[in-house]
C-alpha cells in the first residue's frame, strides 16, 4: 500500500534528477566518446595506413580543401581491389555494392551537432592533425569515437593553438 | 500503468525508471551527438566536384517570359540557391523573389512524381510506357479520323528554340501551329510597339530620361522585363543629379505607382485621355471632366511634359481602349523625341516575340465549347486557372493532355499528364535580346520520374510510321538543339560556363495571329472594379511556392491572403475597416473579400489582385484566397488583351477577419525611420530664390507639399557644407516653429555636421573593449583587442541601403529566406490556434495565414511601407501622398539593447561587428525581441524546423533546398539576421585556403546580391578599400533611431524626391537650375 509520506519526496527526487541531468551534460558524460560500431565493410586502417604507408588524404580527398573531408567513392576501392584480394570475403562484399552500383553504408562516428560548422581545411591547414580529433585511427582495426568532441574540448583546442573562440567561428 | 495491487498509479520505482529513461532522451536530443547515421559515399564519384563546396551552373530562369540569366549553386548534387548571372545582358547579376523562388517549384512536395492517367475519374499514377502508348494511340485516333485539324496545343510562352521545335513537330502530324500563351502578355503594348517600331519590346533606357511618364504600366511589377527595368530605373535615381522624374497615370498606385513621385489619378480606361491632354492634344478641362483627374494637374503637367527633353512614356493600361492608349503614348515617344535615346528599337528585348495572351485562347474556348477541339495538349501554361471559362470548356474535350509537373487545375481536368521537367532540370535556350542567346542547362538530376515534352515529343514521333523517318537522326533534344545554335555543340560548350553567347537564332519570325475582339457591356455599378496580376505570384503560378505566399505584397503587405483594395474615404462611407468583408458583384458573379484600405486608389475605384484562389495546385495553393477571374467581363481589348476593369457593386457582408500582414503602421509618427529629402537638397538643382526650399519637408495635413521658408542666410547654398552646422541648427529651430508634428527625416547630413561616423565602430562596448574608453593595459580585451592575433576587431562588418535606388520590391526577402532557410509560418497547415476551437478542428486554425495573424511571422529581413502626406484621405481624396520603401532588417548594434538582457548569453556582439545569435544557447525568453527597438527578432513558435512537426515548413523534398551552411532551427529558439555569416566564414576559410587576405568588395550577402535595384551594399567598414566604407559616409546616410544611441552597423541613405517644379514657388526656374 503506497502512503502519501512516500510520495512526499517525489519533488525532492524530480530536482535531483535535473540537477543530475545539467551536470551530466555540462561534464560531457554524454558524449558518444568510444562508440565503435560495426561497419558494414571491417575497413582495416592500420594496414592501409601503416602497412601500405597511404595518406589519409588518398581517400579522405577533400579533407584539406572542403569543410567535408569526403568520403571514397566505392570506385576509389575497386581502382586497387579490383586486382588485389579478390578473394577476401570483405573484398567481396565490396565488390558486390560496386557491382550492384550501390554505395556502402557505411556507419557514421564522428559527427559533431548540426548547430556546429566544423570545416576540415581549416583545421588540416593549421596543423591539426586527424589524429588530434580522430585518435590514432592508424591503429584502430574498428575505428571508434577516440575524443569527447564536445564544445570544452573544442574550445581548450582553440585556446591553446591562438585560434578564434568566438561563438560565430562555428555557431551560426 | 497500474501496480501488481490492480490499483491504478504509478510505483516509485517505475516512476524513476520512467524519468531516467526520460533524462537520457532529453541530453541525447540536447546533445545530439549519440545519433546514428550513415556515411553513404559515392559509387562513382563525379567530375570536379567537391563535397561541401558549392558548383555554380549558369542557366536561364523561366518563371516568367523575359529570360533572365540565373547562376544556380549546386552542392553535393542538389540545386541549394539561384544567384543572378552578372554575365546576362538582360538581368546583369540580379534576381527578383520570383526568380528565388523557381527552386521552390523544382522541390515542390506536390509534383507529380510520374505519369499519370485518369481512371475512375482521378489521375492514377502510371507507367511512361503505358502513358506514352495511350498518348500515341490518341494521336493515331484523331488522323486516322481526320481531325488533326482540331487539335490545340497550348504552350507557356517561352523565348528559344522550343517553339520552333513545336510547330515542326505538330506540322509533322498535321496539326495546326501551337499557341504561345501568357496570361500576363502586355498585348496592347506590344501590338502598337510592332506598328511603331517595328519589335514587340523595344529596349528602355530610364537612365537616359529626364522625365518618365508611366500610364499604367507597371514596369517594376510584371510589365515587361522588370528585373532589368528596375536595374536601369534605380541607376537613373540614384544619379541624384540628373534625375529623372517619374509620373504615373493610373487608377491605382501599384509598386510602381508608389515609386512615382507624382500621380495622376484617373479613372480606369481614361489613361488614353489623359495622355492626350498631356500631350497638349485634348484639352485639359474636358479631360479633366472625364478621367476624375484634376485640370490644374493636367495643365502643369503638360507644360512639364512639353519642357522635358529627353522623356519616356511608357503604357500599360487594362481597359478596352489599351490599344489606343499605347499608339497615343508610342506617338508622344515619338514626338518627344524618346526614339533612339530613352527607347531603343534597335536594342529591343526579344522575349515576348510571338507571346500571344488571353485573346488567343478565346476563340480556342469557342471551338472547345462547340465540340470542334479533338484533343488539347497544354504545356507550362494553367489556362483552366488564368482564363475564365476555359475549365468548362474543357469537358467539351475527348482527350486532353498535360504536359505540367504540377497538380495544377489544367492537369486537374486532363486524361493523361506526361510531366515534364522542371527548367532547373532540362536543356533549352531563350533570346532575351537581340544579338544574345541565353543557355538553359540542368543544374542537377531530376528529382521525379519526369520527362522534358521535347523528348516526350520526340519518342512519340518516332512511335509513329508516318513521322518516325523525320526524328529518325535526332538523338534527343539535346542534340537537335545543339544542332542549331550558331557554332554547334562546341560553341555551346564553350559558353555554358558564362550562359550566355552572341548570337540569333534561326527562328523563323512568329507571325502574329490576328486576336478575337470581344467587347462587353460597361456593366454596372457604382464603383469600378480593377484587377491586376499581383507580383510576386503573377498569373497565379506563384501560388503553390511557400515562399512567394509567405512574401508579403509590396504594396498591401499582406501574405497568404486575397484582398479588395479600397479608398479611405470609400471605406469611411461604407462604414468597413480593414478586414471586414466586402462583397463585390460584377459580371453577374460574386465574391467575397477583406477590405484593405489603401491610399493609393481612386475612392471611385476597388482592387482586387488576381493569382489567388486557386482549386487545385497543391498545399500551398489550394484554397488559399480568392480568385476575382469571373468578375471580369471576358473582353479584350483590339489587340487581344484581357480586360481587367469593369464596374462593380459592393455590399459589406457585416463580417470580419484580420488580415494576415506584416504591417505595423503605414505612418512613421515622427520616427525618421525612412528619410528623405528633395533632389535639389543635395545642391544638385538649385532654384534660385529658393535654396532651402527643397528639405524635406514635413507635409502638412492636407497633403500639399509646403516648401521650406527660405532661411535669413540666402547666400549659404546647400552646397557649402561648413556652414552646415549652423544651417541644421536654424532649421532644426524652423521645424519647432512649423508645429514638428510630422517628422519625416529633417536632419542634417553627417556631412554637413561635425560629426563623422562609422558604423558600429562608435559603439561605447566595442571602443570598451578596444581600450579606447579605459586603460587598455587594465585589462584584457580578448578578441575585442584589434590587435588580437585573430584580427578580428579589425574588421567591422557593415551594410548601407540607398533609398533612393529601393523600389520595395521584396527580392531581398526571397533571397534572405533561400539563402538562410527561414521556414515559412503561414500554410494552412501550419496554423495554430490561441484558444478553443470547434472540437473537430481540434487545437489547430486552418485559415491561411493564421500564424501571420496572431503575430508570428518569420522573415528576417522585411520591407517598411511608409506614406508621407496625402493625410486627411479619410475626409477627401487627396493622391498627393509619397511612400518610401525601408528595408529592415538586425541593425547589428554597436550598442544593442538585444545583448545585455539575455540571460544565458545566446546573443552577444562580436569583435567584428556581428551582433550574433547563438541558437544552441537561446532558451527562448524572448527578453531580446522585448529590447530590440527595431522588432527584427523572430520566434520559432513551432517546430517549423523540425520534420516529425505537423509545422515543418520543409516536406519533402523541399528540406532538399536547404542551405547545408546554416543551422535549421527549432522550436523555442530566436532567430534573426546574421548578416549572412556563414558566406563572411566562408569567404575567411577561401582567402585562408588562398594564403590570401579578404579581397574588398570580395563577397556580398544574400539580399544585396539579388537586390534588382542595387540598393545594398555590405562589407568591412572600418577598411576603405570595400565600396561600403565610402558609401557610409554619404552626405545622405543616417542610422535609423540613432537617438537610441544603439551604434548601427546599418546605414540608409536617405530617399530623393523630385517635386514637380511647377508646384514649388520656384516654377520659373522648373528646367533651369536643374542644368547645375
Known amino acids: 500500500m503506497i502512503t502519501k509520506g512516500k510520495w512526499a519526496a517525489v519533488p525532492g527526487l524530480v530536482a535531483l534528477a535535473a540537477c543530475a541531468i545539467v551536470l551530466s551534460a555540462y561534464s560531457g558524460a554524454s558524449s558518444p566518446e568510444g562508440r565503435s560500431p560495426k561497419q558494414p565493410i571491417a575497413f582495416p586502417h592500420p594496414r592501409h595506413v601503416k602497412t601500405l604507408g597511404m595518406n589519409c588524404l588518398y581517400c579522405h580527398f577533400a579533407a584539406n580543401k572542403s569543410p567535408d573531408p569526403g568520403l571514397p567513392a566505392v570506385e576509389t576501392c575497386m581502382g586497387c581491389h579490383q586486382a588485389i584480394l579478390t578473394n577476401s570475403p570483405e573484398i567481396k562484399k565490396l565488390a558486390g555494392f560496386f557491382y550492384k552500383n550501390q554505395p556502402v553504408p557505411w556507419e557514421r562516428i564522428h559527427k559533431v551537432p548540426e548547430y556546429v560548422r566544423f570545416p576540415h581545411m581549416r583545421h588540416v591547414n593549421a596543423g591539426v592533425t586527424c589524429q588530434d580529433c580522430h585518435g590514432n585511427v592508424q591503429d584502430m582495426t574498428q575505428v571508434y569515437q577516440a575524443k569527447s568532441l564536445n564544445m570544452g574540448w573544442c574550445v581548450n583546442c582553440h585556446v591553446e593553438r591562438k585560434a578564434r573562440y568566438d561563438c560565430s567561428t562555428c555557431h551560426y | ?1076
Open chain 2, 1 to 1076: 500503468m497500474s501496480n501488481p495491487s490492480g490499483q491504478p498509479g504509478v510505483r516509485r520505482r517505475e516512476f524513476l525508471k520512467v524519468l531516467g529513461v526520460g533524462s537520457a532522451a532529453a541530453a541525447t536530443v540536447g546533445c545530439g551527438t549519440d545519433y546514428v547515421e550513415k556515411l553513404i559515399p559515392y559509387v562513382h564519384s563525379p567530375d570536379q566536384t567537391v563535397p561541401g563546396v558549392s558548383t555554380y551552373y549558369a542557366t536561364t530562369c523561366r518563371e516568367c517570359a523575359a529570360a533572365c540569366g540565373v547562376l544556380a549553386e549546386v552542392r553535393d548534387g542538389r540545386v541549394i540557391k539561384l544567384e543572378g548571372n552578372p554575365d546576362h545582358p538582360l538581368s546583369r547579376g540580379a534576381l527578383c523573389a520570383r526568380g528565388q523562388a523557381a527552386v521552390q517549384g523544382l522541390y515542390n512536395p506536390d509534383r507529380f512524381r510520374g505519369p499519370q492517367i485518369r481512371a475512375d475519374n482521378a489521375l492514377r499514377a502510371a507507367s511512361w510506357n503505358d502513358a506514352l502508348t495511350l498518348f500515341r494511340q490518341r494521336l493515331g485516333e484523331v488522323r486516322s479520323r481526320g481531325q488533326a485539324g482540331g487539335v490545340v496545343f497550348i504552350n507557356q510562352h517561352e523565348s528559344g528554340s522550343f517553339a520552333t521545335f513545336l510547330d515542326s513537330w505538330l506540322a509533322g502530324f498535321g496539326f495546326p501551329a501551337h499557341i504561345s500563351y501568357d496570361a500576363e502578355a502586355h498585348l496592347a503594348t506590344m501590338e502598337a510597339n510592332r506598328a511603331s517600331f517595328g519589335v514587340a519590346w523595344p529596349g528602355l533606357r530610364f537612365s537616359a530620361a529626364r522625365l518618365i511618364v508611366s500610364f499604367g504600366a507597371d514596369f517594376l511589377d510584371n510589365w515587361g522585363a522588370s528585373v532589368a527595368q528596375q536595374l536601369d530605373f534605380a541607376d537613373a535615381r540614384a544619379r541624384l543629379q540628373g534625375a529623372p522624374r517619374f509620373i504615373y497615370v493610373g487608377a491605382r498606385r501599384s509598386l510602381t505607382g508608389l515609386n512615382a513621385d507624382e500621380w495622376v489619378p484617373c479613372r480606369p480606361g481614361t489613361e488614353h485621355l489623359v495622355a492626350q491632354a498631356l500631350s497638349g492634344a485634348a484639352p485639359a478641362a474636358s479631360v479633366a471632366q472625364q478621367s476624375g483627374a484634376p485640370a490644374e494637374q493636367l495643365t502643369r503637367l503638360a507644360r512639364e511634359i512639353a519642357a522635358a527633353r529627353p522623356a519616356l512614356f511608357l503604357a500599360g493600361g487594362e481597359g478596352a481602349n489599351a490599344l489606343e492608349l499605347a499608339q497615343t503614348v508610342n506617338r508622344m515617344n515619338q514626338a518627344a523625341g524618346a526614339v533612339g535615346t530613352t527607347l531603343l528599337p534597335n536594342e529591343p528585348v526579344t522575349s515576348f516575340e510571338g507571346m500571344g495572351g488571353y485573346g488567343d485562347l478565346v476563340d480556342v474556348v469557342r471551338r472547345m465549347e462547340a465540340g470542334q477541339v479533338s484533343m488539347l495538349l497544354v504545356r507550362g501554361a494553367n489556362p483552366a486557372f488564368s482564363h475564365p471559362g476555359f475549365a468548362a470548356a474543357m469537358a467539351k474535350v475527348p482527350f486532353k493532355v498535360s504536359f505540367s509537373s504540377f497538380p495544377d487545375e489544367t492537369a486537374m481536368l486532363s486524361d493523361v499528364v506526361l510531366p515534364d521537367d522542371h527548367a532547373l532540370e532540362r536543356w533549352g535556350d531563350a533570346q532575351p535580346v537581340r544579338g544574345t542567346i541565353s543557355l538553359q542547362q540542368p543544374a542537377m538530376d531530376r528529382i521525379f520520374d519526369t520527362r522534358a515534352t521535347a523528348d516526350v515529343l520526340i519518342e512519340a514521333a518516332k512511335g509513329d510510321p508516318s513521322t518516325a523517318a523525320r526524328y529518325a537522326g535526332t538523338g534527343d533534344y539535346r542534340t537537335w538543339l545543339f544542332g542549331r545554335i550558331p557554332g554547334g555543340a562546341n560553341a555551346v560548350a564553350a559558353a555554358l560556363p558564362k550562359g550566355v553567347m552572341t548570337g540569333t537564332l534561326p527562328n523563323a519570325p512568329t507571325p502574329r495571329r490576328a486576336p478575337a475582339r470581344v467587347t462587353a457591356p460597361a456593366g454596372e455599378g457604382e464603383y469600378f472594379l480593377l484587377t491586376y496580376w499581383s507580383p510576386t505570384l503573377g498569373d497565379g503560378r506563384g501560388a503553390n511556392k511557400p515562399w512567394l505566399q509567405e512574401l508579403p505584397d509590396p504594396v498591401s503587405k499582406i501574405v497568404w491572403q486575397s484582398w479588395v483594395e479600397v479608398h479611405p474615404l470609400t471605406a469611411k462611407a461604407l462604414g468597413v475597416g480593414n478586414g471586414d468583408f466586402l462583397e463585390v458583384t460584377a459580371s453577374g458573379h460574386t465574391v467575397t473579400l477583406p477590405v484593405f484600405q489603401f491610399l493609393g486608389v481612386r475612392p471611385d475605384t476597388i482592387a482586387i489582385p488576381l493569382g489567388q484562389g486557386h482549386t487545385a495546385y497543391g498545399r500551398y495553393a489550394k484554397d488559399v484566397g480568392v480568385n476575382a477571374m469571373p468578375l471580369l467581363p471576358a473582353a479584350t481589348d483590339a489587340a487581344g488583351g484581357m480586360v481587367m476593369a469593369t464596374r462593380a457593386r459592393i455590399r459589406a457582408t457585416g463580417d470580419h477577419q484580420r488580415l494576415a500582414t506584416t504591417e505595423g503602421s503605414a505612418r512613421q509618427h515622427g520616427r525618421g525611420i525612412a528619410q528623405a529629402l528633395n533632389a535639389s537638397g543635395l545642391g544638385l538643382a538649385v532654384a534660385p530664390g529658393g535654396e532651402h526650399a527643397d528639405e524635406v519637408a514635413p507635409r502638412s495635413s492636407g497633403g500639399i507639399d509646403v516648401a521650406r521658408g527660405t532661411q535669413p542666410q540666402g547666400a549659404d547654398t546647400p552646397r557649402d557644407i561648413n556652414a552646415g552646422g549652423e544651417r541644421a541648427a536654424e532649421h532644426g529651430a524652423g521645424q519647432a516653429g512649423a508645429g514638428g508634428a510630422e517628422h519625416g527625416g529633417e536632419h542634417a547630413f553627417p556631412g554637413d555636421a561635425s560629426h563623422e561616423f562609422l558604423p558600429g565602430l562608435r559603439s561605447p562596448v566595442a571602443n570598451d573593449a578596444q581600450g579606447d574608453l579605459g586603460d587598455p593595459a587594465s585589462k584584457d580585451a580578448g578578441m575585442y583587442d584589434p590587435n588580437h592575433w585573430s584580427g578580428m576587431a579589425r574588421r567591422r562588418w557593415a551594410m548601407t541601403i540607398d533609398l533612393a535606388r529601393c523600389t520595395g520590391c521584396s527580392a531581398c526577402i526571397t533571397a534572405c529566406y533561400a539563402e538562410n532557410n527561414i521556414p515559412t509560418v503561414g500554410a494552412p497547415h501550419q496554423g495554430r490556434a490561441l484558444g478553443p476551437t470547434t472540437p473537430s478542428a481540434g487545437p489547430w486554425d486552418t485559415r491561411p495565414g493564421a500564424n501571420v495573424v496572431k503575430g508570428r511571422e518569420m522573415t528576417w529581413i522585411r520591407v517598411e511601407r511608409y506614406y508621407e502626406g496625402g493625410e486627411g484621405n479619410e475626409r477627401s481624396f487627396n493622391p498627393d501622398f509619397e511612400t518610401r520603401f525601408a528595408p529592415m532588417l538586425c541593425q547589428h548594434c554597436g550598442n544593442a539593447p538585444c545583448e545585455p538582457v539575455c540571460p544565458v548569453y545566446a546573443t552577444y556582439h562580436s569583435p567584428d561587428g556581428l551582433n550574433v545569435q547563438v541558437y544552441n544557447r537561446c532558451v527562448g525568453t524572448r527578453y531580446c525581441s522585448n529590447g530590440c527597438p527595431y522588432k527584427v527578432r523572430y520566434f520559432n513558435w513551432f517546430g517549423f524546423g523540425e520534420p516529425n512537426r505537423r509545422q515543418y515548413a520543409f516536406p519533402e523534398p523541399l528540406n532538399w533546398q536547404l542551405n547545408p551552411d546554416v543551422t535549421v532551427r527549432g522550436k523555442g529558439v530566436m532567430e534573426k539576421c546574421t548578416f549572412c555569416v556563414q558566406r563572411i566564414r566562408e569567404a575567411e576559410s577561401r582567402a585562408r585556403l588562398e594564403g590570401r587576405p579578404v579581397q574588398p568588395d570580395e563577397f556580398t550577402v544574400a539580399c544585396a546580391q539579388a537586390c534588382p535595384s542595387r540598393a545594398i551594399t555590405f562589407g568591412d567598414a572600418a577598411d576603405p578599400n570595400w565600396s561600403i566604407a565610402r558609401l557610409a559616409q554619404d552626405r545622405r546616410a543616417y542610422h535609423v533611431f540613432e537617438e537610441l544611441n544603439t551604434y548601427t552597423a546599418v546605414v540608409y541613405l536617405k530617399k530623393v524626391n523630385h517635386p514637380s517644379p511647377g508646384a514649388t514657388t520656384a516654377a520659373p526656374a522648373a528646367t533651369t537650375g536643374e542644368a547645375h
